[in-house]
Nanobody
Framework: QVQLVESGGGLVQTGGSLRLSCAAS????????MGWFRQAPGKEREFVAA????????YYEDSVKGRFTISRDNAKNTVYLQMNSLKPEDTAAYYC????????????????????WGQGTQVTVSS
């Protein structure tokens, strides 16, 4: 019933930019917080960014502050992640997340309970 489809990943050079998109099915999008996680080889999936229901509240992991911008378009059931000044350390599979609990912030831990997940899109940043 709930599906999240990411797109926009690819190969980019250091300092380049990329914009990820996540299209969500169903009407639950408008009452749920959303965000992005990423998983690098050999590491656990980690929080990257989150956005509240109306787009007014955003939260970022320290390493991406000032470089990444999360936004959402409820009319299109889509959340975006604009990534600028990319670094090799940003290389990872990026996953879109939708909070299962309505009207609450996105859980910033992959606890295996509170998220619907997209299939992931690979971002590779060359040196």
């Amino acid at each position: 019933q709930v599906q999240l489809v990411e797109s926009g990943g690819g190969l980019v050079q250091t300092g380049g930019s990329l914009r990820l998109s996540c299209a969500a099915s169903g009407r639950t999008f408008s009452i749920s917080a959303m965000g992005w996680f990423r998983q690098a080889p050999g590491k656990e999936r980690e929080f990257v960014a989150a956005i509240g229901l109306n787009g007014g509240s955003t939260y970022y992991e320290d390493s991406v502050k000032g470089r990444f911008t999360i936004s959402r378009d409820n009319a299109k059931n889509t959340v975006y992640l604009q990534m600028n000044s990319l670094k090799p350390e940003d290389t990872a599979a990026y996953y879109c997340a939708l909070e299962k609990r309505p009207f609450v912030p996105l859980t910033r831990r992959d606890d295996g309970v509170n998220h619907y997940w997209g299939q992931g899109t690979q971002v590779t940043v060359s040196s």
